[in-house]
């Protein structure tokens, strides 16, 4: 009678390191998809919050309208393709956009004010450019002015932590980031008096 050859349950030196260099190559491309999805999510939400901010921008303008009058603002607001158009920033979240340009800038208030606080640099991340239509110019017997908006993010970076107690809005250190590296959307509006 023949006897059973040993069973070989056990697994070689080579087959074990096959399997280990397959679930290596496999955890990096899951972790690859994972980093690229987190990436995306990140950029799907700033998306979704720059949509949002077409009412901020509304918001802002009308107040300044208010502050102003309809001429004034039109007198502040340059024609498309100036050098220097009005300007707003918002938080990253939306919830806030004030005038970052001009003699009394609302952006660059105290961080404290109790009336309207500005908006710290390190949390400026939405950048908002106004300008005058080219092909619609504010004439006042028209009865409106008709604007475009060019909303860029992310404008301004934490180049730094954020500095206890702050109270200026430019007391932490910031890195601007270029035009070519930014996201871009459009609006269009046209304010009443």
Same mark, same amino acid.
């Given at each position: 009678?023949?006897?059973?050859?040993?069973?070989?349950?056990?697994?070689?030196?080579?087959?074990?390191?096959?399997?280990?260099?397959?679930? /290596?190559?496999?955890?990096?491309?899951?972790?690859? +998809?994972?980093?690229?999805?987190?990436?995306?999510?990140?950029?799907?939400? =700033?998306?979704?919050?720059? $949509?949002?901010?077409?009412?901020?921008?509304?918001?802002?303008?009308?107040?300044?309208?208010?502050?102003?009058?309809? @001429?004034? +603002?039109? /007198?502040?607001?340059?024609? $498309?393709?100036?050098?220097?158009?009005?300007?707003?920033?918002?938080?990253?979240?939306?919830?806030?956009?004030? *005038?970052?340009?001009?003699? /009394? /800038?609302?952006?660059?208030?105290?961080?404290?004010?109790? +009336?309207? @606080?500005?908006?710290? *640099? *390190?949390? *400026?991340?939405?950048?908002?450019?106004?300008?005058?239509?080219?092909? +619609?110019?504010?004439?006042?017997?028209?009865?409106?002015?008709?604007?475009?908006?060019?909303?860029?993010?992310?404008?301004?970076?934490?180049? $730094? @932590?954020?500095?206890?107690?702050?109270?200026?809005? =430019?007391?932490? @250190?910031?890195?601007?980031?270029?035009?070519?590296?930014?996201?871009?959307?459009?609006?269009?509006?046209?304010?009443?008096?």
């Amino acid at each position: 009678m023949k006897t059973r050859a040993h069973c070989g349950c056990a697994f070689s030196l080579v087959e074990v390191v096959i399997a280990i260099g397959v679930l /290596a190559v496999t955890l990096v491309a899951v972790l690859g +998809l994972a980093g690229s999805t987190m990436r995306s999510g990140g950029a799907t939400a =700033d998306l979704a919050v720059a $949509g949002r901010l077409g009412a901020e921008i509304r918001g802002e303008l009308e107040r300044l309208k208010a502050e102003l009058g309809l @001429p004034g +603002l039109a /007198a502040t607001i340059p024609r $498309g393709g100036a050098a220097a158009p009005l300007r707003l920033v918002a938080t990253r979240d939306g919830r806030r956009m004030l *005038r970052t340009d001009g003699a /009394a /800038a609302a952006a660059n208030h105290a961080l404290n004010d109790p +009336l309207q @606080p500005g908006i710290a *640099r *390190r949390d *400026r991340y939405f950048l908002a450019e106004v300008t005058q239509q080219l092909d +619609l110019p504010y004439a006042p017997d028209e009865g409106f002015l008709a604007l475009s908006v060019r909303v860029s993010w992310p404008y301004e970076l934490p180049g $730094g @932590p954020a500095t206890p107690g702050a109270t200026a809005v =430019d007391m932490d @250190p910031v890195r601007e980031v270029p035009l070519s590296d930014r996201t871009i959307v459009f609006f269009n509006f046209a304010l009443r008096p």
